[in-house]
């Protein structure tokens, strides 16, 4: 069955980075693309960006362009998502979710997503 | 960036209701239009893609209505298991957008 599994949880300093990965399994990687997406706790969904999982073209949400960085590595069908310059309002849930090749949604399997805190 | 409103954004009902969720889009977004429900703690579930196509092992009490700007999630008979969040999303293009979000909780 597919699967994206995510790492672990993250403590940073306000103005370090932190990089999630997402390990994609049972389906080809190439095929579909990854969005992020992140939770503020007790808030709703903020769609990140995208990334193509077949030439790693990605689109990023205009808040966080200069800040995010999304990579793949097809030898190993994982996502990254890198965010800098963190800042406490960035301590939220990111989740990792597949999507269509063609317009980068729906979204139809979720990783279980990884919380990190921005503190000091 | 197109922006998605739900109404209402929480609304209280009791097992067996009719309950109607709505979804509008700043612009016109064809029928580009994902439903998800997320419980507490839990990843989002994908339950209606392209504003009415039901995600296979989803039951059939939910369905999806809609195209251009204004959209429908309906859940036929309130089940317990249904009391959840439920947020709207479009993907017109490849910049995407989540709704806020309506909370259903018992009444």
């Known amino acids: 069955q597919v699967q994206l599994v995510q790492s672990g949880a993250e403590v940073k300093k306000p103005g370090a980075s932190v990089k999630v990965s997402c390990k994609a399994s049972a389906y080809t990687f190439s095929n579909y693309g990854i969005t992020w997406v992140r939770q503020a706790p007790g808030q709703g969904l903020e769609w990140m960006g995208w990334?193509?999982?077949?030439?790693?073209?990605?689109n990023y949400a205009q808040k966080l362009q200069g800040r995010v960085t999304m990579t793949t590595d097809t030898s190993t069908s994982t996502a990254y998502m890198e965010l800098r310059s963190l800042r406490s309002d960035d301590t939220a849930v990111y989740y990792c979710a597949r999507g269509s090749m063609i317009k980068g949604a729906p979204l139809d399997y979720w990783g279980q997503g990884t919380l990190v805190t921005v503190s000091s | 960036d197109i922006q998605m409103t739900q109404s209402p954004s929480t609304l209280s009902a009791s097992v067996g209701d009719r309950v109607t969720i709505t979804c509008r889009a700043s612009q016109s977004i064809s029928s580009w239009l994902a439903w998800y429900q997320q419980k507490p703690g839990k990843a989002p579930r994908l339950l209606i893609y392209?504003?009415?196509s039901l995600e296979g092992g989803v039951p059939s009490r939910f369905s999806g209505s809609g195209s251009g700007t204004e959209f429908t999630l309906t859940i036929s008979s309130l089940q317990p298991d249904d009391f959840a969040t439920y947020y709207c999303?479009?993907?017109?293009?490849?910049?995407?957008?989540f709704g806020p979000g309506t909370k259903v909780d018992i009444k």
């Open positions: 990334i193509s999982g077949y030439n790693a073209n990605t």
């Open positions: 392209k504003a009415s």
């Open positions: 999303q479009q993907y017109n293009s490849y910049v995407s957008t």
